[in-house]
């Protein structure tokens, strides 16, 4: 006679607690690697997106700074470092002499575009003698002491004055233009450029409240903010001759010779933890415009 088992096969209730147990561990240990890796990726993405944000502001603003003079170039600096006004440079040429009222000029020719997005402030020529700029400021640059078409072209052209022959390249034309007022002392063959005011500026943002942002501004034009957010420590620091580091304290603007932007910027968005990203990118400009030594 064959006994028949009651029992049944299954897991004993210690089991299943141990399994839930196991389980529990894994879940959580899986739940905090994917947590980690959430973090880890949003820190990245943070700093991709900060170094973006000094990187394109970096772009902009070298082509303006390496254009500057060495001597007048600078023409203020706040005290705080934040913010530094620029005679930049736009359009290039040689001086063929002096008429009545103006200063004769044949132009290299320029880009239209940059042309139609300057803002004429003024011109400047440079003395053979001591490769120094001097800065000329018309007394109403927007009104009648605009760049104008010259009115005696030919001395520009004739040999018995400067024969400068002007150039065409690329389709783009060079002009003879007077420049007023004329100036003394320049000579022939003199090279000059039309400038513009533009002050880079590390202010409170529009787009980023309690952040800072770096706006640009034109001088007799507008101002925009072209990049942002920065950290409160975004800032100029300066190189003047005989120091290979640049210095916090805002020296002599006639002994500047370039700049570090020390763009400190931060990430559009707060990482998981509320925090935003900050990269601390520090870039150095030095003038390229300099005079002979």
Partial sequence: MRHVSSRRAGFTLAEILI?????????????????????????????RTARAVARSSMNLMLTDLRMVQDSGGVDSVSSDGRAIRVIV??????????????????????????????????????SASTGRYTIVTPSAPLTGDAVAASSDPDKCTESSQANIQTLTINGRSGQIVDLK?????????????????????????????????????VSGGSTEEIMAPFASTARFQFYVPGVDTSEATVPALSSIRGVDILLNSLS??????????????????????????
């Fill in 268 to 293: 559009p968005k707060p990482s998981n933890d509320g925090v935003r990203v900050e990269k601390d990118i520090v870039t150095a400009v030095f003038f390229k415009n300099t005079r002979s030594f």
């Fill in 19 to 47: 399994a839930v147990v196991i389980i529990a561990i894994i879940g959580a240990a899986f739940t905090r690697l994917i947590i980690a890796q959430s973090r880890f990726f949003a820190r990245e993405y943070g700093a």
């Fill in 89 to 126: 440079p736009y359009a290039f040429g040689m001086a063929c002499g002096n008429s009545s009222s103006a200063t004769v000029v044949s132009l290299l020719p320029t880009d239209t575009s940059a042309l139609r997005l300057a803002v004429y402030g003024g011109w400047a020529w440079r």
């Fill in 181 to 217: 007022p004329s100036a003394t002392g320049i000579a022939a063959y003199d090279p000059v450029f039309l400038w513009q005011k533009v002050t880079y500026a590390f202010d409170t943002s529009a787009s980023f409240p309690g952040l800072y942002g770096l706006y640009r501004t």
